[in-house]
């Protein structure tokens, strides 16, 4: 990274950027992802202009300050966040502090200081619980699922009655939050559907060719590709199958689209963005008044939710929406009072109805 004899203008900003340069390249070597990459030299630079100095001069004390300040306010930053920031900060620390690499060596050569790891156990956060996001985010319950649909039909019938253009997108945007639900899909699952994933399930040949949807982009671990699976379409969900039916074999065609292969188009024919999928249900919290901290990931909480109260296996639940452990699935588990309620109820009746009838014998 470092060309020998070769004297820079502003060696320390020269060093600084073969620095980061190197570690981009040591991940593309392990093929990350090019967003995360980008992502985490973004911080480097970041935290490089707030400590106005370079690696070689960092201290511990750096980090807690950077930390510090990303906490403080109004625009305080989530938990996992500040981890996954001091994770980054850690890692491009241990390469600048490897032997193999050279930097120390470079580093004290020019300017007589060597770089260590400024992050330890006491100056970073700590992964001590599964669940780091914000304790707002929940299930929908039965009523607001129900209040969401009808507002998705609501929206078709009133842009159809209307005479104006739109109808087929508002058709679209109902069957595509209804598909979200009923398979338990991620966003980004959703958007890069195509035709070609929905399968039948030759257990249910009522259901056709909308049997199952096979997810072949779902979330990827950190080097790989992303992960396939099989979605199979549950008996309780099956009202969102005629729905796919009518949106695959009725209304895409109208885009007259050819041999375009996504599932969800637009008006331009091109595939719809997650973006705009965040936006449309944002669009309905509001008109809803629902909460605000809800999300489209949602969701697929309440699909994990409702998937246990009718009974499913658990480990039957953590291959639907792809999870590699069960303890990953458990954190999206928040049944309702409802079925806590029955379930009492049914152990009451077994025990207390056990005792009766020993009693009597």
Known sequence: ?????????????????????????????????????VSRERLIRRFQEFCESYPWEWTPADVEDFTVSLTSGQNRLALSTIRGYHLTLRMFGDYITDSRYEWPTQCHDRFRQVPSQVCNEWNTVAHLNDYEGRPERRPLTYRELESLFDWLDERVDRIAGSGRKGALAALRDATMLKTTYAFG??????????????????????????????????????????????????????????????????????????????????????????????????????????????SLHCLRH?????????????????????????STTAIYTSVSNDFKNKTLQAALSRVYRADEKERTS
């Open 1 to 37: 990274m470092l060309v020998p004899g070769v004297v820079h203008l502003n060696e320390p900003a020269a060093v600084f950027e073969a620095m980061v340069t190197g570690w981009s390249r040591q991940q593309r070597s392990r093929q990350l992802g090019e967003h995360t990459v």
């Open 185 to 294: 899909l991620r966003r980004n699952e959703l958007a890069r559907l195509d035709i070609a994933d929905l399968r039948p399930n030759p257990h249910m040949p009522a259901w056709g060719r909308y049997g199952s949807v096979h997810v072949r982009y779902g979330k990827a671990t950190t080097g790989s590709l992303p992960r396939r699976r099989t979605v199979l379409a549950v008996p309780e969900f099956d009202w969102a199958i005629e729905g796919l039916k009518q949106w695959v074999e009725e209304a895409l065609p109208l885009y007259e689209a050819g041999a375009h292969p996504a599932l969800w188009l637009t008006e331009r024919r091109t595939r719809v963005k997650v973006r705009q999928i965040d936006d449309l249900f944002a669009q309905a919290r509001v008109d809803l008044g629902l909460d605000e901290h809800l």
């Open 302 to 326: 309440s699909y994990v939710t409702h998937l246990i109260e009718h009974g499913y296996p658990e480990r039957f639940v953590t291959e639907q929406v792809g999870h590699t452990y069960a």
